[in-house]
T-cell receptor
Framework: DGGITQSPKYLFRKEGQNVTLSCEQN?????MYWYRQDPGQGLRLIYY???????QKGDIAEGYSVSREKKESFPLTVTSAQKNPTAFYLC???????????FGPGTRLTVL | GNSVTQMEGPVTLSEEAFLTINCTYT??????LFWYVQYPGEGLQLLLK?????DKGSNKGFEATYRKETTSFHLEKGSVQVSDSAVYFC?????????????????FGQGTILTVHP
C-alpha cells in the first residue's frame, strides 16, 4: 500500500539531546513537508522540500534541521537549540502543482 | 500574509444534530481551500476541498462551499454521528505557480474539536 510512514510513534529524549524523526513515503511524491502541532495552535510549517537535495525553511525552522538525500525520505532533526521541542510532529508529501497534501500518522516527541 | 480563522471550540453535539464549523480566510489571489480531519492520535486526512469560487466540496456527508465574496469556507453536515468526533482543520493553499515558490504550502486554522454524544 502506498503511504507515508513516520517512526517511532512515541519518542522520549532528555533535554539537551538531538533527536531525529523519520519520514518515508512510497507515493513517488516530489514535495515533502514537516509540521509541528501544539494544542490549540493548528499546524505550523517547519521545513519543506520540493525536490531531492533542496529544502527551504518554513515559519518555525529555528532549532530544527532536515536533509533530503533521497526522494522517499525527509528526516527531521530536533536539535538542542529548539527551546520547546515537546510536540506532535507531522510529515506530509504532495505532487508539485497539485495542491493536496498527504499526511503521515505523526510522532509525539516528549523531552524530559 | 495568508491566514485562516476557525470558530472557537470545542463543539459538542448530540447524534443526528446539524453541524456547522465556520472558517474564514485572508489571502491574496485565488487560493485553494481544504478541510482536514484528525482522529485521536492520528495524522490528518483530507476531508474535502474546493479550488475556485463557488465550488462545493463534499465527502462522507460533509459539505463546504468556497465563498469568495465573504472569504469563507464553512463546513456543514446535516446529521452527525459519534464516529465524526475528531478535530477539524480548515486550510488554504497558496495559488500554485511553477515559476514561484508557493508549491502548495498550506496555512492552517487552529482546529475545532468536535465531540458527538449518542
Amino acid at each position: 500500500d502506498g503511504g507515508i510512514t513516520q517512526s517511532p510513534k512515541y519518542l522520549f529524549r532528555k533535554e539537551g539531546q538531538n533527536v531525529t524523526l523519520s519520514c518515508e513515503q512510497n507515493l513517488n511524491h516530489d514535495a515533502m513537508y514537516w509540521y509541528r502541532q501544539d494544542p490549540g495552535q493548528g499546524l505550523r510549517l517547519i521545513y519543506y522540500s520540493q525536490i531531492v537535495n533542496d529544502f527551504q525553511k518554513g515559519d518555525i525552522a529555528e532549532g530544527y534541521s532536515v536533509s533530503r538525500e533521497k526522494k522517499e525520505s525527509f528526516p527531521l532533526t530536533v536539535t538542542s537549540a529548539q527551546k520547546n521541542p515537546t510536540a506532535f510532529y507531522l510529515c506530509a508529501s504532495s505532487i508539485p502543482l497539485v495542491n493536496e497534501q498527504f499526511f503521515g500518522p505523526g510522532t509525539r516527541l516528549t523531552v524530559l | 500574509g495568508n491566514s485562516v480563522t476557525q470558530m472557537e471550540g470545542p463543539v459538542t453535539l448530540s447524534e443526528e444534530a446539524f453541524l456547522t464549523i465556520n472558517c474564514t480566510y485572508t489571502a491574496t489571489g485565488y487560493p485553494s481551500l481544504f478541510w482536514y480531519v484528525q482522529y485521536p492520535g492520528e495524522g490528518l486526512q483530507l476531508l474535502l476541498k474546493a479550488t475556485k469560487a463557488d465550488d462545493k466540496g463534499s465527502n462522507k456527508g460533509f459539505e463546504a462551499t468556497y465563498r469568495k465574496e465573504t472569504t469563507s469556507f464553512h463546513l456543514e453536515k446535516g446529521s452527525v454521528q459519534v464516529s465524526d468526533s475528531a478535530v477539524y482543520f480548515c486550510a488554504l493553499s497558496d495559488p500554485l505557480n511553477a515559476g514561484g515558490t508557493s508549491y502548495g504550502k498550506l496555512t492552517f486554522g487552529q482546529g475545532t474539536i468536535l465531540t458527538v454524544h449518542p
